[in-house]
Structure formats: C-alpha cells, structure tokens
C-alpha cells in the first residue's frame, strides 16, 4: 500500500493546561494526513466533492502510546488499508520525529456518500485509482 508521511509542528493551541496534545487533536492530524495522502495519489478531496462524493468518518480508534508537547515535529504516517464497494479505511502511525517513538497510532473508517448524505458507490475512476494506492506496495517490492 502506498504511505504518505506528513510533517507537522505542534503549536500551543494543540496543548491543554498540562502541556500536553489535547487528545482530540489527534484526529485532525488524521485528517491531515488523509488529506494529504489523497493528494499525493492524485485525487485532492476537492476533486472527490467536485464528483458530488463525500467520505464522513464512521468509526475511528486512536491509540496513545506517549506524550506530544508544545514545539515537537511529528511525522503522521499514513495508508489505505481497505477498499469496499462503499467504505473505505485507513490507519495512521504518529512518530515523534527528534526520536522516531511512536506516540499515537489508529484508524479511520468511512463511508462513501452522495450531496443528500446517501450512501453510494465509489465511482469507477476514483475507485481504480484507490485500488492502486492500495496495491502500490506490492507492486514496488516485486521483482
């Protein structure tokens, strides 16, 4: 599968009064890294709406494994990990970047819907086009 790897420096807003992450704040580094790995296959979120598609979020889990504080570099690690008729799913690894530690990992789930929030099928051309960044890795490590 194909990965994307963001950076993003925490800023103070993203702490709470004990200095640090406010835990919710890990989900919009999910999206960011979503966002930024739908750019990376060619298909800016954007486009998708511009299809009349949207992708809401159905189920997440987020694991926490260590602190982020104020001024840490995280790398948010993300993939597509599965493609149904329509859902789609992805997973994240947050590292601190200073020492590669893990500080949070999950995943999001979502669902495929039209402008009325109908679920729907992911159209032909966006659905090849997942397809491939989900088999991406396999491609790359073969012979």
């Not at 530690?101 to 495929?112: D, Q, Y």
């Amino acid at each position: 599968m194909k990965k994307n790897l963001t950076s993003y420096r925490i800023i103070y807003g993203d702490t709470d009064q004990m200095g640090v992450v406010y835990y919710a704040n890990y989900l919009k580094w999910f999206e960011i890294g979503r966002t930024e790995l739908l750019r990376q296959i060619g298909v800016p979120y954007a486009s998708i709406e511009e299809k009349g598609l949207r992708f809401p979020v159905t189920e997440v889990s987020c694991r926490y494994f260590r602190p982020s504080r104020y001024d840490d570099v995280i790398t948010i690690e993300t993939a597509l990990t599965s493609l149904g008729r329509v859902t789609l799913t992805f997973s994240y690894r947050l590292l601190r970047k200073e020492d590669g530690a893990l500080i949070a990992s999950g995943w999001t789930k979502h669902a495929c819907v039209d402008k009325k929030g109908e679920v729907t099928k992911i159209l032909p051309d966006l659905e090849s086009v997942l397809k491939a960044a989900l088999s991406a890795d396999s491609k790359e490590k073969s012979p």
